[in-house]
């Protein structure tokens, strides 16, 4: 029997956000993992995360992990891999398969964050191989550097289906479609332009209904769902395709919750069975904390501040901070939490199809609820969208309240305003001057952000935009430029390919458009 | 949780065009299986796993829970409460045998 | 295929190139990588036929979680390929139910 004052289970953002809190406070803290490696699912992701900075945001989820890493391992957290947490016992006992073995571990305090588990949908053929969940095809290409397919069908359009098709397209992947039983896109508006202007088609109220071949998927049968998700009839399309990547969700993985004994309650806006928590994040055993997509499942940026007010709790409960110093840090962590669950994709508004327009009165955008991209007309709503600005100015095609800031903060001269409430949509302000430096189109996590410069030369526009694929086309190269539906629209010639550092990886081109497709332009193909 | 009802069925079974799916990868558990089980008169999700083995293999039900839970729900006009879950128990990953005949003891081994 | 290079993460840091067989046949893979990815590099996409219906299973959730891609690994069945590391010489066998080919077949004739 080994002891740790704090035995936390699972070593993703929850967890060692958990341990590193704790450990700072002075305690003894263990985290167990069944990989091999830590992390959880924060090496999977590549793509910049959203909220504002205190919350990572403009971070790659990779980066993010290798920091929680380093953080944890230089306070001391000793963190036990390939170690299967198997079961919770009375008196906070557990049962550790570790190297071939059962070792028994015992703590004060045991945290559960053992994250999410994919939902799955069954269809005929969806045990053939090439019918695999979203995360296999992350593991694949951003871990392990192999494409998962060549033409792959993406099953679901929230925040995950939209992610790992934009990150299957960078892996040199070619997404026949993203569809979704939904008759609107479930995930965030801009994550679906991304992925839409480089032409790839969503088909809502869609379905699988076969994965055709004979030992592998050899194409995909789709049909059109009538309002009962039932596919209708004679609707059915095939497409070429020799993968189909589930992305429907996540339930929390919450067994050891349950077997610890902990009150469960099964609640659809959390995705499932989960422990009842209090706003500790304690749940109903003594010293049993449950934080992260085990509590409910939401982004990792919020996993990462329940950890920590868990860590802080548990501190305090066992007297290694002061009551002032505990309030004081989940007041702020709280508040951080609160700043992430605004706008219309909070945890609250989960499943909610009545909303028509934002936190600003604007009509939301039914294009892009339908298609994965917002309308010329739909988008002249939005006042950071105008293109009538003499010179070189930002286009924020930012329609939906989503909690995301570094925008304000990249530019230095003031041009944008987001405010305190960071789910308000960026407003530019007309006094400020652009100088076009680009920092701001890097900044978006959302790949929303534009600059375009209608007085370029006599007849012709530019327009600067972020681009993450490879070949990077260099300056004098001519090939099309693409509205936001990905269809060519004109002759486009790159005029500079900016990367730098700071971008981190997002380089910026700018290519000359004839000027009456300055507002239309939006993606560049060689 | 509703009260259940348990009335034998009068009914002869429906068969339904995707009742040969599988729904259980692990245990190879079709759909049909999952409805005659339910027909036959289990009517919780444990009940299921039992009857059937679906979420008993190797997963453990990590990937076909909810698909089973929305046959039973449907098939008996319950919500997902009503039928419950899979009991998380120990171990909740699958463990080789020999594992377990490698505890290390030594807190017992005093007594 | 395997990404040569990739926008975000440029080149993969991969081990020494290394042998293993499959079903008695010649492969190459890379230390460290898994086993499946090895296999999805060289195209093979099943890796067991499972017990009842005999049908072809390959990756499914790649994180060692749904135990679809398990294979005979150096003799012992039900490996997860997905997450055990692919190692220099490595015999690697597709899983017919928890057996080999041979062994389910003098079963099943």
């Known amino acids: 029997m080994k002891r740790h004052e704090v035995l936390v289970i699972g070593a993703g953002p929850a967890g060692l956000s958990a341990a590193i809190?704790?450990?700072k406070n002075g305690m003894d803290v263990a985290v167990f993992d069944e990989n091999a490696r830590p992390g959880g699912q924060l090496f999977k992701q590549i793509h910049k995360f959203f909220g504002s900075k205190e919350h990572h945001a403009k971070e790659r989820g990779f980066n993010i992990g290798k920091d929680l890493l380093k953080e944890a391992r230089d306070l001391g957290v000793k963190v036990y891999l390939d170690a299967t947490v198997m079961g919770i016992y009375y008196?906070?006992?557990?049962?550790?398969?570790?190297?071939?073995?059962?070792?028994?571990?015992?703590g004060d305090t045991i945290v559960i964050a053992t994250g999410a588990a994919e939902n799955m949908v069954s269809f005929k053929g969806w045990d053939k191989p090439g019918v695999i969940g979203a995360g296999a095809a992350q593991a694949l290409m951003n871990l392990q550097g192999v494409q998962p397919g060549e033409k792959i069908l993406m099953v679901g359009s929230g925040n995950?289906?939209?992610?790992?098709?934009?990150?299957?397209?960078?892996?040199?992947?070619?997404?026949?479609?993203?569809?979704?039983?939904?008759?609107?896109?479930?995930?965030y508006g801009v994550h679906a332009s991304k992925v839409a202007r480089t032409g790839v088609p969503f088909y809502m109220k869609h379905t699988v209904v076969e994965a055709l071949g004979e030992d592998k998927v050899e194409g995909a049968v789709i049909a059109e769902v009538d309002d009962h998700f039932q596919p209708i009839p004679g609707t059915e399309k095939t497409l070429d395709v020799d993968t189909i990547c589930i992305a429907v969700g996540l339930s929390p993985m919450s067994q050891l919750a349950d077997n610890a004994g902990c009150e469960m309650k099964f609640l659809p806006k959390k995705g499932g069975n989960v422990p009842v928590v209090n706003e500790y994040n304690e749940t109903s055993m003594d010293g049993i904390f449950c934080c992260g997509d085990v509590a409910g499942i939401e982004e990792a940026s919020s996993a990462m501040l329940q950890g920590k007010i868990a860590g802080s709790t548990a501190s305090y409960k066992n007297g290694y901070i002061d009551e002032d110093?505990?309030?004081?840090?989940?007041?702020k962590y709280r508040a951080s939490l609160e700043q992430l669950r605004t706008g219309m994709f909070a945890p609250q508004n989960k499943g909610r199809t009545d909303m028509t327009e934002t936190d600003e009165g604007i009509p939301?955008?039914?294009?892009?609820?339908?298609?994965?991209?917002?309308?010329?007309?739909?988008?002249?709503?939005?006042?950071?969208?105008?293109?009538?600005?003499s010179g070189v100015h930002p286009v924020i095609e930012c329609t939906q309240n989503i909690p995301c800031d570094p925008c304000q903060d990249a530019c230095k001269f003031g041009c944008i305003k987001v405010g305190s409430n960071i789910s308000k949509l960026p407003v530019i302000n007309p006094e400020a001057t652009c100088t076009g430096c680009g920092m701001c189109i890097a900044s978006c996590s959302g790949q929303a952000i534009f600059l375009v410069n209608e007085d370029y030369e006599d007849g012709f526009a530019t327009v600067a935009l972020p681009y993450e694929f490879l070949p990077l086309p260099q300056a004098g190269d001519k090939g099309k430029a693409l509205d936001r539906s990905g269809k060519p629209v004109c002759d486009a010639e790159i005029v500079s390919v900016k990367s730098s550092k700071v971008m981190d990886m997002t380089n910026i081109l700018t290519m000359k458009v004839p000027v009456e497709y300055a507002g239309t332009a939006r993606f560049y193909r060689a | 949780m509703t009260k259940i009802v348990r009335t034998a069925a009068t009914e002869p079974f429906k068969p339904m065009p995707d009742d040969d799916m599988i729904v259980c990868r692990c245990e190879e558990i079709t759909k049909g299986e999952i409805r005659k089980a339910v027909y036959d008169g289990m009517s919780t999700t444990n009940e299921v796993k039992r009857w059937l083995r679906c979420g008993m293999g190797l997963c453990q039900g990590q990937t076909c829970q909810k698909n089973v839970q929305s046959i039973i729900s449907r098939e008996l006009g319950l919500k997902i409460p009503d039928i419950g879950q899979i009991t998380g128990r120990s171990p909740v990953r699958p463990v080789v045998m020999e594992v377990f005949a490698n505890d290390v003891l030594d807190v017992h081994e005093e007594a | 295929m395997r990404i040569a290079q990739h926008p975000i993460l440029g080149t993969y840091e991969k081990g020494q190139k290394v042998h293993f067989t499959l079903d008695g046949q010649d492969m190459v893979g890379y230390e460290g990588e898994s086993i499946a990815a090895a296999l999805h590099a060289a195209g093979v996409m099943?890796?067991?036929?499972?017990?009842?219906?005999?049908?072809?299973?390959?990756?499914?959730?790649?994180?060692?979680?749904?135990?679809?891609?398990?294979?005979?690994?150096?003799?012992?069945?039900?490996?997860?390929?997905c997450i055990t590391e692919l190692?220099?010489?490595?015999?690697?066998?597709?899983?017919?139910?928890?057996?080999?080919?041979?062994a389910w077949e003098a079963k099943n004739k």
């Open chain 1, 21 to 23: 809190e704790a450990a």
């Open chain 1, 160 to 187: 995950v289906g939209l992610v790992v098709s934009f990150q299957l397209l960078q892996a040199g992947c070619q997404v026949a479609a993203v569809i979704d039983a939904a008759p609107r896109v479930g995930g």
């Open chain 1, 91 to 106: 008196d906070k006992e557990i049962l550790v398969n570790h190297n071939g073995e059962v070792d028994h571990f015992k």
């Open chain 1, 325 to 331: 110093e505990w309030q004081q840090s989940v007041e």
């Open chain 3, 87 to 102: 190692k220099e010489g490595m015999n690697i066998q597709t899983q017919y139910g928890v057996e080999t080919k041979e």
């Open chain 1, 364 to 389: 939301l955008s039914k294009s892009l609820l339908a298609k994965g991209y917002v309308t010329d007309e739909e988008l002249a709503e939005f006042p950071a969208c105008s293109t009538k600005v």
């Open chain 3, 46 to 81: 099943t890796h067991r036929y499972t017990a009842k219906q005999h049908k072809p299973r390959g990756i499914f959730c790649a994180i060692g979680r749904c135990t679809d891609c398990v294979m005979i690994v150096d003799g012992q069945p039900n490996v997860r390929t």
